[in-house]
């Protein structure tokens, strides 16, 4: 009788303490159970086949949050193959950090562009373990439930599956592969042996932008001298041969072409093109890329060292930029053949706008096709250019292009005002894989001074 009630009163005692316990450690954990569940039900990872089951399906989205580079081609984070998933959109971790004006409405655009919304499947996908949980963390606070995680490492050393990059994505270099440079390593895609130069392409003396710091070793060019002012137009090619010789360029050199302003670099970049450097590259997203990159900027002086022979007849390449004379006979007279594309904003195209201070002439050339630029003045490229100003996912692009009625297929001269917007989107033409491209150079400044050359305004007729 005395053995059961002790066997009575432990098992009560037993009983309270189970309680207690579990009250205790339900009030200690109601938080963490809560974030697991909402973690658990929100992001999981996803197997290889379950992402190739999908990836065609309108209901699922899958997202490159590498590095744009990475995006375009280039072959970072220890990845066994190059480039993208087929199909996938792009989406950098890295532009979550950009300090720039209306970045959350900029952001939120960026995602209904790329169908990224909340009624989506999300596939989030980085090589380096951070990117996607970098994003994943912005989109889950925005709402975003769908969202699934996976290592593109998994996909790359598969070589069964599709994966696609920009035909010639060398020609835009991430600031890591310019560190290798100065580094004395050979990169992938440059050739071993091969005298890389690093220029800064700004306008005005170096104190107006280079003495603020640039990339070490880089030199200044002062775009002035390919665009002599007051015309700023493209400078005979006797200027430019002496150009090439004044700043140590040679045919063969591999030269990558970094600055402040993008639109500078690529500018540059066109022209050296032109005279026939073989290998020109420009440093995608410019110095904010490099310090982003975590990489220190130099502020002593460098000089070229000037060169006695460029090593063929300059320009090596005239068709690159067309003169007036061959816009008029060789684009406008063809226009089954030939599209001429305006990449200036649409108050320019129309002749709302000259877009320059020093030039109060308005309006577009007959047959030229709006082909975009950017959204609020001639120094914006909002439609062609991500929100750390590197290059936009270029399919983007030819959605675009294709709207306004330009056929790739045609050859496709760009022009802007005077021509630092058109060289910059005719490289990225070309980093996409259009070759068949060249630069009116003179642009609307130039067309516009000649009295005699025709104008259009107001909105084109169907």
């Known amino acids: 009788m005395v053995k059961n009630k002790m066997n009575a009163i432990l098992f009560m005692i037993i009983m309270i303490l189970a309680v207690f316990t579990a009250s205790a450690c339900s009030s200690n954990t109601d938080e963490e159970v809560k974030q697991s569940n909402e973690t658990s039900d929100t992001v999981n990872t996803i197997t290889t086949e379950d992402l190739k089951k999908n990836l065609n399906d309108d209901s699922w989205v899958v997202v490159d949050t590498r590095i744009n580079d990475a995006f375009n081609g ?3 984070d220890g990845v066994a193959r190059s480039g993208h998933i087929e199909g996938a959109v792009d989406f950098s971790a890295n532009w979550l950090d950009v300090d720039v004006e209306d970045k959350e409405k900029k952001l939120e655009e960026t995602l209904e562009t790329k169908g990224i919304s909340p009624d989506k499947n999300i596939v989030l996908y980085d090589a380096n373990g951070q990117n996607a949980k970098k994003v994943e963390k912005y989109l889950n606070e925005k709402g975003f439930k769908s969202l ?3 290592d593109i490492n998994q996909w790359a050393e598969d070589e069964s599956l599709p994966m696609a ?9 991430p600031a890591s592969v310019v560190k290798e440079v100065l580094d004395g390593k050979t990169p992938e895609t440059f050739e071993e042996g ?6 800064e392409a700004s306008w005005g003396e170096e104190k107006e932008s280079y003495a603020k710091g640039h990339v070490p070793t880089s030199f200044h060019i002062n775009t002035d001298t390919v665009e002599p002012p007051p015309e700023w137009m493209l400078a005979s090619d006797e200027k430019l041969s002496q150009f090439a010789l004044d700043n140590g360029f040679t045919k063969d050199d591999s030269v990558i072409v970094t600055s402040e302003s993008q639109m500078a670099a690529y500018r540059v970049a066109a022209v050296l093109s032109y005279i026939g450097v073989e290998d020109v590259r420009v440093l995608n997203g410019g110095l904010a890329a490099w310090t982003g990159a975590g990489y220190e900027l130099e502020t002593a002086s460098n000089k070229p060292e000037p060169v006695k022979d460029f090593g063929t007849a300059i320009p090596a390449n005239p068709d690159l930029v067309d003169t007036q004379d061959e816009l008029k006979s060789e684009i406008l007279a063809n226009p089954e053949e030939a599209t001429l594309v305006d990449n200036r ?3 320019e195209y129309i002749g709302e706008t000259s877009g320059y201070s020093y030039h109060d002439k308005a309006g577009r050339i007959p047959g030229a096709v709006f082909g975009y630029a ?4 001639a120094n914006s490229l909002d439609y062609f250019r991500n929100i750390d100003n590197t290059m936009r996912n270029f399919e983007e692009i030819v959605e675009l292009w294709k709207e306004a009625g330009i056929d790739m297929d045609n050859h496709l001269s760009f022009m802007c005002g005077s021509g630092w917007r058109a060289a910059e989107v005719m490289i990225y033409a070309n980093v996409y894989g259009l070759e068949d491209v060249s630069l009116y150079s003179d642009g609307w400044i130039g067309w516009s001074n000649n009295p ?8 084109p007729k169907e």
């Open 74 to 76: 280039w072959k970072l």
């Open 165 to 173: 990059q920009y035909k010639n994505y060398q020609r835009m270099v």
């Open 374 to 377: 950017g959204k609020t003045d």
């Open 194 to 199: 091969k005298k890389v130069k690093i220029v």
């Open 345 to 347: 904003t649409w108050e």
């Open 148 to 150: 699934y995680t996976y």
């Open 452 to 459: 005699s050359h025709p104008v259009e305004t107001g909105e």
